[in-house]
């Protein structure tokens, strides 16, 4: 069983906005989004470690991924400066869940870069990171990534291949990988129309 805690808990923003798509701001953002009060994201800190305490007392042998981060917040889709702010992000998450004995068994994110050269260097700066702050497996920890393409890469098969052996290239191995989301049919979606699915 693989449990992914919370969807991009770090996602501001709605569809072409930036950070990732989805429509609905994060909870667990601060500042929060200027039409709504947004929590704290320490606040997702909490929900994260009750969760896996929660899993792994129930379920010892469960996998746990996450924390599945969006890009940015803000930053538009297949742009490098969306990686930055995630990276942040991503190392406020990993010193807090060491601290807290709730590390993922997998570290995952979301990758809208739209630069499949970037996936290695990212990989090593999270990598690094880790083990500057004695995080023991931070050279081995698996590495996964849920959605990795952009809306403007979604039907280009060439990024497609060029994602996938940047992922195979990575030491260790990319642990997986999913194509990611876009626009689904919908009732004024026009006959024969391509709107791409989430695949594995």
Known sequence: VVYDIWNEPNFVGGPGGG???????????????????????????AVWNVAVRTIRAKQPQA??????????????EGSVVGWQPQQQWLEQFVLQAHANNTMPDI??????????????????????????????NAQTIPIGYNEIVDSAHSQSAGY????????????????????????EPGPTTPAGASTGSTRP
């Open 107 to 136: 570290l995952s994110w979301h990758d809208y870069t739209g630069r499949p050269a970037m996936v290695g260097s990212m990989q090593e700066q999270m990598r690094g990171f880790m083990s500057s702050h004695g995080i023991p």
């Open 63 to 76: 996998t746990i991924v996450g924390p599945s981060s969006a890009p940015g917040p803000g930053t538009p």
């Open 160 to 183: 497609h291949v060029a994602m996938s052996a940047a992922l195979e290239q990575t030491m260790p191995p990319t642990d997986h990988a999913a194509l990611g989301c876009w626009a």
């Open 19 to 45: 950070g990732g798509g989805w429509a609905f701001p994060s909870a667990f953002w601060k500042p929060g989004p200027a039409d709504r009060q947004g929590l704290n994201y320490t606040d997702f800190w």
